[in-house]
């Protein structure tokens, strides 16, 4: 994450991320997955990419968001958790690896570490 930045999500089902300002005091930027009744920020990386899950139509997704504001759905199957630097996504779900601790890497958009 992001050194000094926080996300998450709100009751009102939107996502949030809180930029540090300066004096303790933060800016908020709320968005929502396009059609989605809840939309949560789980990772942020030094770029400003984030990763989350929305719920959509009785159906949990992921998503990525730019910096740009473009959102876009990765289609894993497992929950987006984490995002670094080098655009590299930490999957996380409840089945256990040969590892034993159900954590994957996504490295590119379809190619899995385990």
Known sequence: MMPGKLCG????GQAFVANPTGSG???????QYPGASSTLAM??????????TFFENNTFGNFIRFPSGEVSAIQVGRTASDINDAGQIVLTDD???????????LRTLGAFLA
């Open 9 to 12: 999500g709100g009751p009102t």
């Open 25 to 31: 005091s933060y800016s908020i930027t709320t968005f």
């Open 43 to 52: 990772g942020i990386n030094n770029l400003g990419q984030i990763v989350g």
């Open 95 to 105: 089945l256990a690896t040969p590892a034993g601790d159900g954590t994957y890497i």
